[in-house]
């Protein structure tokens, strides 16, 4: 995290680690009394309690602290790419959960078989290769069910936490469910945040009325802080929000970031393929609606009520090819981007006039909180500014508040890839299971 001018800007993640695992030993003449504190967090700070009084005999045993592991169960939905990566990265954290006073376990996982949504449960937890073994066992597991395997969780221990990495909309139905019945949601998927107003809002109820919490620091550049430096940070430190704008599309960064004149835009189309940064249907990307709905939860978060289809979207794809279809037999993302060749030009001279005025093209998502006003497009920016600066496929996102002037306190860095991502959902869960009592 930065500011443009270059100077450091540092900035305090707020979670408490280790939370349950302090001590305070009070030796009072023959006996002795522990006592945990217990913190939670507030909008502000900390705040700190003591638990009840043990006796040294159940607490501590030949001077040693006694430390006791918060349980918490765990299910993870849509284990793919950045759900497999995260199953990984818990397997191979589990000493230092440990050591950090948690007990976490796989309880459930639920994906689809066959083409059919398939859950397995296991209340003692259960390891990658014992939920593979699952998925090939047909006698394994039940058909899917979402609310019962929130229960299942709820049952399974004292916390339960799910994690969705999905952009599945039947999924995302059940959040409000899911954190009504105190089951924490960790998620990349932004189809909540960007979704219809009312699904949302009733899930920041839930998370308003001390339910549970809902993680979704990925929804927004991916590992990046960005989501919860704009929460955090800066809104809930009393600053106030002016503008947010950023390069939100890591596929999109690339793009721009590479093209250059005497290249022709569709060549650099083919290369992002051949790199793995386009969808199986490069318009996914160039309709820029992904980086609609990124902007369009950064809005709600600075207190506007948006609608997605109240963002309007400079898309990239001609209207000529939006409703384009390859012919049989052939692959969709070659076919297009040999369609994309006949409209190379407009491009070539977009990009000759940028070049002309010592500037640069970038593909970016705009809040302007004062006019209430949300949009997405291919804008020029002079070299100097900090959108220039992006390299290969970074994301990059400019705070411009009463506090943070002139220069705008700017975030940036790899906004894509299934590992970073991964570990971003797992720093959002640590977050939350740091606030957790037992």
Aim: glycine share 8%; with cysteine; net charge negative.
């Amino acid at each position: 995290v930065h500011s443009s001018d270059g100077g450091c800007v540092e900035t305090m993640l707020r979670s408490v680690m280790n939370a349950n695992l302090i001590g305070l030993l009070v030796l009072q003449a023959h006996t002795a009394v522990a006592f945990t504190p217990s913190f939670a967090p507030t909008s502000l700070g900390l705040r700190t309690s003591a638990r009840a009084a043990l006796p040294l005999s159940r607490s501590v045993r030949s001077g040693a602290l006694s430390l006791m592991a918060k349980d918490i169960a765990v299910g993870v939905v849509g284990p793919g790419l950045v759900g497999g990566c995260l199953m990984e990265q818990i397997e191979e954290t589990a000493s230092i959960l440990k050591k950090n006073g948690m007990n976490v376990k796989v309880a459930a996982v639920s994906n689809l078989r066959d083409g059919k949504p398939w859950m397995i449960c296991n209340a003692d937890g259960m390891s990658i290769k014992d939920y593979k073994a699952s998925m090939e066992d047909a006698d394994a597991g039940e058909t899917g069910d979402f609310s019962k395997m929130a229960d299942f969780l709820k049952g399974a221990a004292p916390n339960a936490v799910i994690f969705d990495t999905t952009a599945s909309e039947p999924v995302s139905e059940m959040y409000a469910t899911w954190l009504e019945k105190g089951v924490h949601v960790v998620t990349p998927n932004k189809k909540v945040g960007s979704g219809p107003l009312a699904r949302y809002k009733r899930c920041k109820k839930a998370v308003d009325d001390g339910k549970a919490q809902w993680g979704y620091e990925t929804t927004v550049g991916a590992g990046l802080p960005i989501t919860n430096t704009l929460k955090t940070d800066l809104l809930q430190t009393g600053d106030k929000i002016v503008t947010i704008e950023g390069i939100f599309s890591g596929t999109l960064s690339y793009i721009f970031n590479t093209f250059k004149p005497g290249m022709k835009f569709s060549d650099v189309i083919a290369d992002a393929k051949s790199k793995g940064f386009t969808e199986p249907d490069p318009r996914d990307d160039l309709a820029g609606m992904d980086v609609a709905r990124k902007v369009t939860i950064l809005a709600r978060e600075c207190g506007l009520d948006v609608e997605l289809s109240d963002v309007p979207v400079k898309s990239l794809v001609p209207d000529e090819l939006k409703d384009w279809a390859p012919k049989e037999g052939e692959v969709l993302a070659d076919a297009f981007i040999e369609q994309m060749k006949a409209f190379d030009d407009e491009k070539t001279t977009l990009m000759q006039e940028a070049v002309d005025n010592d500037q640069v093209l970038r593909y970016v998502g705009k809040v302007d909180v004062k006019n209430k006003k949300v949009t997405v497009e291919l804008s020029l920016y002079p070299k100097t500014h900090p959108f220039a600066g992006t390299q290969w496929a970074d994301n990059i996102c400019a705070f411009n508040t009463e506090r943070y002037v002139p220069q705008p306190l700017v975030v940036q860095g790899p906004g894509a890839g299934a590992a970073v991502t991964a570990a971003g959902i797992y720093a959002d869960f640590l977050k939350i299971a740091n606030t957790f009592s037992d």
